[in-house]
């Protein structure tokens, strides 16, 4: 970790049960977990953890990456792990730590946040143009097939030849939340959220942006992050 000087490696453990037993006896903060350890799975490890910490799952195998979206893990990376991709989320990292610090100083950082975020823009090359977005009215980004379809708050919408892992790595988490395979959302933009019943929802952006149903798992996932957001869930 020297590229992170305020991250410190605490403990390494090569199977489930040495894991969980680290992880219970020294609180880390957060744990890098390989999905696939000498007698198990990385799900396994946090089975017994009440409150789990943050999870990061690292492996070579892309197959998994829904069921760590169910277990609301924080990230999810392949192997090799790229470095930028690792800073993305040791930022993610960070950003939760200073939502989980005393009250006063979280509202300090959150509008120096605020105000960071506010001036952030998303730059993109469309049709041999340059398309400035500021982050703050991206509303929704939706996976179709090998493009991404990035809807606005209360202005139009821009279909880019990027699959949509591209933009997660770039987006700052929160307000920008995965709730599935297809689907980033801006809960910061949130209008209103309908739970329905079998556990799933509908929520609608407002500003002219069609109301997006969601099934349980990614209802799941969804009430989750609102909830640890401090966000009304229902």
């Given at each position: 970790m020297r590229a992170h000087a305020d991250a410190e490696i605490i403990g390494e453990a090569g199977?489930?049960?040495?894991?969980?037993?680290?992880?219970?006896?020294?609180?880390?903060?957060?744990l890098f977990l390989d999905v696939e350890?000498?007698?198990?799975?990385?799900?396994?490890?946090?089975?017994?953890?009440?409150?789990?910490?943050?999870?990061?799952?690292?492996?070579?195998?892309?197959?998994y990456a829904l069921k760590a979206f169910d277990v609301a893990a924080l990230d999810f990376l392949l192997k090799p792990v790229d470095p930028d991709r690792l800073a993305v989320t040791i930022d993610r990292l960070r950003r939760r730590q200073s939502a989980l610090s005393p009250a006063e100083p979280r509202r300090q950082a959150d509008s120096v946040e605020t105000n960071r975020f506010q001036e952030q823009r998303l730059h993109l090359r469309i049709d041999g143009q340059s398309v400035i977005l500021p982050l703050g009215k991206i509303a929704l980004l939706k996976a179709e097939e090998d493009f991404t379809r990035i809807f606005l708050s209360g202005e139009r919408e821009y279909l880019v030849c990027r699959l949509l892992r591209h933009f997660e790595a770039q987006l700052p988490t929160p307000p920008f939340f995965r709730v599935g395979r297809s689907l980033i959302v801006n809960l910061s933009l949130l209008d209103t959220v309908e739970w329905l019943d079998g556990g799933r929802c509908s929520f609608s952006l407002g500003n002219g942006i069609a109301p997006i149903s969601l099934g349980r798992g990614?209802?799941?996932?969804?009430?989750?992050?609102?909830?640890?957001?401090?966000?009304?869930?229902?």
């Open positions: 199977n489930v049960e040495q894991a969980r037993q680290m992880a219970l006896a020294l609180h880390p903060d957060a350890l000498a007698d198990g799975l990385g799900f396994e490890v946090i089975e017994q953890l009440s409150p789990p910490p943050a999870v990061v799952f690292v492996t070579a195998h892309d197959l990614a209802t799941q996932r969804l009430r989750r992050s609102l909830d640890s957001l401090g966000m009304i869930a229902g």
